[in-house]
């Protein structure tokens, strides 16, 4: 969508949020979208209910925890920078634990107590933490694979902690009709890192590619 116009169908446009200005909005779409049917579609996530958002610095991360929030839900997340960690107390989020330790489940489960609720992009091999992570009867749901694919998986703490590991994928109108009204009731602000002007494109996906942001991009024609 690097354009100055584009052409859509009308039914595929929906009234801006009133509290968001065009810049926080934009952040919206793809990664609210995939983060709220994540959460509540396949997640089910529920009041009171204890969540772990992996990977914080992502996108659709930062949304999910936004909503778990927003739904009262006590959320905790993870991150390899504890600067990212820090962002997400100020929140609202419970406590952070940095994936990069090698002793991180073990730190989550003495402190959380375990969790009711993972939302993870990552997948890969580091689904077995988060197997570990989940209380009995836990639902995992992973929207990417940023790790690429497990090559092990601890089938027997699956079905020996009866858990439910869910894919979700983006979402459908109603979802995002639905995240749209629940940004609107809660006055959800996107976590905007940078907002470039076209001519600074390349500037833009270059601090993409370096992994700097903290938050969503912009390119503002
Ligand atoms: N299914 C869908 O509809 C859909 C939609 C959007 C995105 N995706 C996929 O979801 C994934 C994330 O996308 P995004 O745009 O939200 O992310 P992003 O903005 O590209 O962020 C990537 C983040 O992944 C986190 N990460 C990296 N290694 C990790 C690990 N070992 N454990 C936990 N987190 C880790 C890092 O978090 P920290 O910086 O906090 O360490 C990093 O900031 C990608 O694989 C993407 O393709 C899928």
């Keep these: 969508a690097l354009a100055e116009e584009l052409l859509v169908p009308a039914d595929r446009v929906h009234l801006k949020p009133s509290h968001l200005t065009f ?16 959460l509540t579609y396949q997640g089910n996530c529920q009041p009171g209910e204890k969540v772990l958002i992996t990977g914080f610095g992502g996108g659709v991360a930062q949304f999910a925890a936004q909503f778990a929030i927003g739904l009262q839900a006590e959320v905790h997340v993870s991150s390899s920078s504890e600067d990212k960690i820090q962002k997400a107390l100020g ?3 419970k406590a952070g634990f940095n994936y990069k330790n090698e002793n991180w489940t073990d730190q989550a489960l003495e402190q959380a107590g375990g969790f ?5 992009g990552a997948a890969g091999d580091s689904l077995n933490d988060l197997i570990k992570v989940a209380n009995p009867g836990g639902r995992i749901v992973f929207y990417g694979a940023t790790l690429g ?14 858990l439910k590991i869910m894919g979700s994928t983006m979402g459908s109108d109603q979802d995002f009709e639905q995240m749209l009204a629940f940004v609107n009731e809660k006055s959800i602000e996107p ?7 076209f001519e600074k494109a390349v500037e833009a996906f270059d601090r993409m590619k370096a992994g700097k942001q903290m938050g969503k991009i912009v390119l503002k024609p």
């Design 23 to 38: 810049e926080s909005a934009a952040a919206l779409p793809l990664a609210g979208l995939t983060a709220f049917r994540a």
């Design 191 to 197: 976590i905007v890192d940078q907002v470039f002007s």
């Design 116 to 120: 009711d609720l993972i939302i993870d």
């Design 91 to 93: 929140l609202g989020v």
């Design 149 to 162: 694919n497990p090559g092990k998986l601890e089938a027997r703490r699956i079905f020996w902690n009866q």
